[in-house]
């Protein structure tokens, strides 16, 4: 029997989320998938827009998975010794950061995200359409005082 453990924010949730933990089900008999917590995401990046009881929930809604956790660190050594994790999966946005778990005897899959969407790329898309409202509002003549 063989335990999968996917990795993530999991931040505006997206059909790339769901594909990684997908692929993860198909690896192995136990899928258990640690969400990041926001106190974790905000040490290396821009707080999630979502708030971590919310994507928790939603990746708990989901059919795929057996076990959902709330992730504390990036650092995984614990995690797959106390859950005797067989196989590791992420995006690869993080390809070889993981490498160090094939030591204790764990394989380790970066999904690839490809140009697909990212919740970085919609963060993106929405900040600039935002600004671009902004714009357009601001933009408008002022009529001649009379």
């Known amino acids: 029997m063989s335990v999968v453990y996917v990795s993530g924010t999991f931040d505006l949730f997206h059909s790339n989320h769901l594909k990684m933990i997908n692929y993860g089900r198909g690896l192995g008999d136990t899928l258990i998938v640690g969400v990041s917590t926001d106190e974790l995401v905000c040490t290396y990046k821009r707080p999630p827009a979502v708030p971590f009881e919310e994507r928790i929930a939603i990746v708990e809604g989901l059919k795929s998975p057996d076990i959902v956790i709330p992730q504390h660190t990036l650092e995984h050594t614990e995690t797959v010794k106390k859950l005797n994790v067989d196989k590791f999966v992420i ?17 380790v899959y970066y999904l690839p995200y490809g140009k697909g969407v990212s919740s970085t790329n919609l963060k993106k898309k929405i900040y600039e359409e935002y600004l671009e409202l902004v714009r357009k509002s601001d933009e408008h003549p002022i009529p001649e005082p009379k």
Do not use: A
């Open 91 to 107: 995006g690869d946005d993080w390809y070889g950061k993981y490498d160090y778990l094939k030591e204790l005897g764990v394989e």
